[in-house]
């Protein structure tokens, strides 16, 4: 197994020694190498083009010489009276305010009719509690006694 600094070496000098064939673009090859996807890319990406020596054609109507039906016609259609994120901005409001006032509602429509069933439930714990209390003396005399 080869130490890691010896490794790191290897791959190093085959990564150099690849882009040394790559730059040189294969001109010993006969055969040509398909090209990889970014290079294919990189051919047919649009280049901008340069408005040096831009002449405007004789018979190009100007921009603004247009009707506004030729323009709606052009645009196919009137634009929109509101734009997309407004209206989604709008109905997400609206979904999460609707959310919020089926919550209030629900809260309003559980609350109880009246209190006193907390007072009873108290007056039950603390029987309970003198009960449980009372069990536990009862059994610690006994153990007492015993003794």
């Known amino acids: ?13 085959f990564s150099s020694a690849r882009w040394a064939v790559a730059r040189k673009g294969f001109a010993s090859s006969t055969a040509p190498r398909a090209l990889e996807t970014w290079e ?29 039906e030729q323009y709606h016609q052009f645009m196919l259609g009137k634009p929109a009276r509101y734009s997309v994120e407004l209206r989604n901005f709008l109905m997400g409001l609206g979904v999460v305010s609707f959310c919020l006032a089926e919550f209030a509602f629900t809260i309003y429509k559980l609350r109880p009719d009246d209190l006193d069933w907390v007072d009873e439930e108290r007056q039950r714990a603390a029987a309970a509690k003198a009960r449980i209390e009372a069990k536990i003396a ?10």
């Open 1 to 13: 197994m080869l130490p890691r600094l010896r490794c790191q070496q290897v791959v190093a000098a």
């Open 40 to 68: 294919e890319v990189e051919l047919h990406r649009p280049k901008a083009p340069s408005l040096e020596g831009y002449v405007r054609p004789t018979g190009a109507p100007e921009q603004f010489d247009i009707s506004r």
């Open 138 to 147: 009862k059994q610690e005399q006994a153990q007492a006694a015993s003794s």
